[in-house]
């Protein structure tokens, strides 16, 4: 089977690569000729554990391609998956004017029966607006060629993206039609011989699914971060309450950790997005909404606990900020709540001295030398009166304290991920706080 996927990004380079692993012929386009000449190289865009020994192993296999020239591939193949982005809008609505460009080309350039996927994550109603892109270019050719639109939204999770989908929970397709639904079957038939669900449904029904299971994602975390806020008030601890609900089955473990908030490029862009499609169709999302509210509100918690113990103004203090990334296993810092900590921390005259294992370049580019980059934890405690912890990376989790201790000026160590002992920390002479816990 020859498929194309359209935008190198992540959700495209991890979805072509791992269909390639999986015996189908791909070829990767994008618009970006230095990035598709990087990727002949084998040179990465983007660190993803795994993903580059995977590419360059099908490429030396000869089922992995890159090119620059969309039309010249679209001859040869049967299926073209479009995984371009959908940036928020200045009103947090999806832009969707990548996904419409690929409609366009599709239409003006097909000469038999294509099925048209759409990976990218976007709003209910889209498959719709594709089609008429494309049914308007094949007006114009004059030509009445058979195509579907299908739907197929991607839950991969960035640092895991590649056991996430060759070991999916389920695969979700939108399809309208028995033809398209029949290629895609065929598509995922290694997936379905290992015995991964896969479920049919309507176009509409797809599109929905994804902004609904992040939506739940997301509002089980800003749920976890009121009642962390909470329990800080009243003396609870989160950590207890956390294992007590979530050894309920019908609640389950997962994404219960409260934390300075989530970021990334899925959860903050399609909680609003679904806000917003929500406003626009006369029924605002009362609880996304909150969702939102919350999770805004919790990315400054860090800042503002350092103000709490230091004072308000941080002239002349020094912030040791550990973690910059969005989360572990990614050099990601989109909606990085280290941005907001950071912008607050400078905002109130402080000093910001800070490492990430991964994201020192990419902070580089988005931050400039705002702030001091060290080369490890124990550097950037240098001389600090307090840390500050923004991202979980498992190197963070069992620093040398007496080290950090001696390096440091001041003793105070402030946690937004909640992976610190606090019993340990009192005794090797910290003063210690963290999401749902005072000093
Ligand atoms: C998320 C979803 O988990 C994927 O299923 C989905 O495919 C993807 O968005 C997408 O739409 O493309 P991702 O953004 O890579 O994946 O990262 P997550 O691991 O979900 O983490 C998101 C944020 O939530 C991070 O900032 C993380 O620190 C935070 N988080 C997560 C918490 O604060 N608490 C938790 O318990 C879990």
Sequence with gaps: MNIAIVGTGYVGLVTGTCFAEMGTNVTCVDIDTKKIDKLNNGIMPIYEPGLEELVKKNIREG????????????????IVFSAVGTPPDEDGSADLHYVLDVARTFGQK???????????????????????????????????????????????????????????????????????RTLMERLYKPFL?????????????AEMTKYAANAMLATRISFMNDIANLCERIGANVDMVRKGMGTDDRIGSRFLYAGCG???????????????????????????????????????????????????????????????????????????????????????????????????????????????????????????????????????RLPDWNTVRKTMRGNLIVDGRNIYDQNELADKGFRYTRIGKKL
Aim: proline share 4%; aromatic share 8%.
């Design 262 to 396: 989530y970021g990334g490029s899925c959860f903050p862009k399609d909680v609003k997005a679904l806000c917003h499609t929500g406003r626009k169709n006369g029924y605002p999302m009362r609880v996304i909404e909150a969702v939102e509210a919350v999770n805004e509100n919790q990315k400054e918690i860090v800042a503002d606990k350092l103000k709490e113990a230091l004072g308000a103004d941080l002239n002349g203090k020094v912030i040791a900020l550990w973690g910059l990334a969005f989360k572990p296993e990614t050099d990601d810092m989109r909606e990085a709540p280290a941005l907001v900590i950071i912008d607050k921390l400078l905002e109130a005259g402080a000093t910001v001295r800070a490492f990430d294992p991964i994201a020192m370049d990419e902070a580089r580019r988005k931050i400039g030398n705002k702030i001091m980059y060290c080369n490890n934890i124990y550097e950037a405690a240098e001389g600090a009166d307090a840390i500050a912890l923004a991202t979980e990376w498992k190197q963070f």
């Design 193 to 205: 011989l290992n015995g991964f669900p896969i479920l049919f449904m309507d176009v509409s029904s």
């Design 63 to 78: 089922r992995l391609h890159f090119t620059t020239d969309l039309t010249s591939v679209l001859d040869k193949v049967e």
């Design 110 to 180: 097909i000469n038999r029966y294509t099925l048209l996927v759409t990976k990218s994550t976007v709003p209910v109603g889209t498959a719709q607006k594709v089609k008429a892109a494309i049914r308007e270019e094949l007006e114009k050719r004059g030509v009445n060629i058979p195509f579907d639109v299908a739907s197929n939204p991607e839950f991969l999770k960035e640092g895991a993206a590649i056991k996430d989908f060759m070991n999916p929970d389920r695969v979700v397709v939108g399809v309208d039609t028995q033809q398209a």
